[in-house]
C-alpha cells in the first residue's frame, strides 16, 4: 500500500489528452513540492516534473503537472504511442521524514 | 556528461550482507543530496534512503531502518549501501539518484540485489 494514490491504469487514443491524479495528506503532497517520473519497462526513471510544475530541459510541454491541495496531477496532452509508459509521482513526506511514491500508473495509447 | 554508475549487487542468501557502491562523475558529487531507490520486480518505485552532501544528516524508509545504512565518500564521488540482514522482499533494482525530486535529479541504470537460498 503506498502513501500516495495513484490509478493502476490509464489509456488514450493518440493525439487525445490523459491525466493521472496522485492522492496523499498533509504530511507530503499538502505541504512539499511534488514529482513525476517516467519509467519505461526495463529501464530507469526519468524526471517529468518538479517542484509540482516545472519541467526539466527537454521534456515536452505536452507534459504539464499541477497540485491543489493534498492532490497532484499530471496531465499529457498529444497523446503519442511512445508515451506508452509507467507514471509515478513522488514527495517528500514530514511525518515519515522519507520520500515517497505513488504506486504508479500504467499509460496505454490505443 | 553526468553518470552514476551503481555496482555490488547479486545473488545472496537470506540473511545474508551486501554493500552496493555508485560511482558518481561528471559534477560536483559533494554538492547533491544522494538517494537510494529500489524496484521489486513487476512492482513500483520504493524510496529507501538518502544522505546530506556532508553526510551529517541520513533518512531511511522504516523498513530498513536498523539494517540498512547509507554512506558516502566524497572525496572518492562514491554513494553506498550496506546491507545487513537481508530478506526475499529487499529483492530489488536498486537506483542510485541524484537530488531526488529537484531539478537536478538524475537516476543511475540501477544494479539488481536477488535474495534467495
Known amino acids: 500500500q503506498s502513501v500516495l494514490t495513484q490509478p493502476p491504469s490509464v489509456s488514450a487514443a493518440p493525439g487525445q489528452r490523459v491525466t493521472i491524479s496522485c492522492s496523499g495528506s498533509s504530511s507530503n503532497i499538502g505541504n512539499k513540492y511534488v514529482s513525476w517520473y517516467q519509467q519505461v519497462p526495463g529501464t530507469a526513471p526519468k524526471l517529468l516534473i518538479y517542484?509540482?510544475?516545472k519541467r526539466p530541459s527537454g521534456i515536452p510541454d505536452r507534459f504539464s503537472g499541477s497540485k491543489s491541495g493534498t492532490s497532484a496531477t499530471l496531465d499529457i496532452t498529444g497523446l503519442q504511442t511512445g508515451d506508452e509508459a509507467d507514471y509515478y509521482c513522488?514527495?517528500?513526506?514530514?511525518?515519515?521524514?522519507?520520500?515517497?511514491f505513488g504506486g504508479g500508473t500504467k499509460l496505454t495509447v490505443l | 556528461e553526468v553518470q552514476l554508475v551503481e555496482s555490488g549487487g547479486g545473488l545472496v542468501q537470506p540473511g545474508g550482507s551486501l554493500r552496493l557502491s555508485c560511482a558518481a562523475s561528471?559534477?560536483?558529487?559533494?554538492?547533491?543530496?544522494m538517494t537510494w531507490v529500489r524496484q521489486a520486480p513487476g512492482r513500483g518505485l520504493e524510496w529507501v534512503a538518502n544522505i546530506k552532501q556532508d553526510g551529517s544528516e541520513k533518512y531511511y524508509v522504516d523498513s530498513v531502518r536498523g539494517r540498512f545504512t547509507i554512506s558516502r565518500d566524497n572525496a572518492k564521488n562514491s554513494l553506498y549501501l550496506q546491507m545487513n540482514s537481508l530478506g526475499a522482499e529487499d529483492t530489488a533494482v536498486y537506483y542510485c539518484?541524484?537530488?531526488?525530486?529537484?531539478?537536478?535529479?538524475?537516476w543511475g541504470q540501477g544494479t539488481l540485489v536477488t535474495v534467495s537460498s
Open positions: 517542484d509540482n510544475n
Open positions: 539518484v541524484r537530488d531526488w525530486g529537484s531539478s537536478d535529479t538524475y
Open positions: 561528471g559534477f560536483t558529487f559533494s554538492r547533491f543530496w
Open positions: 513522488g514527495a517528500w513526506d514530514d511525518s515519515l521524514s522519507a520520500g515517497v
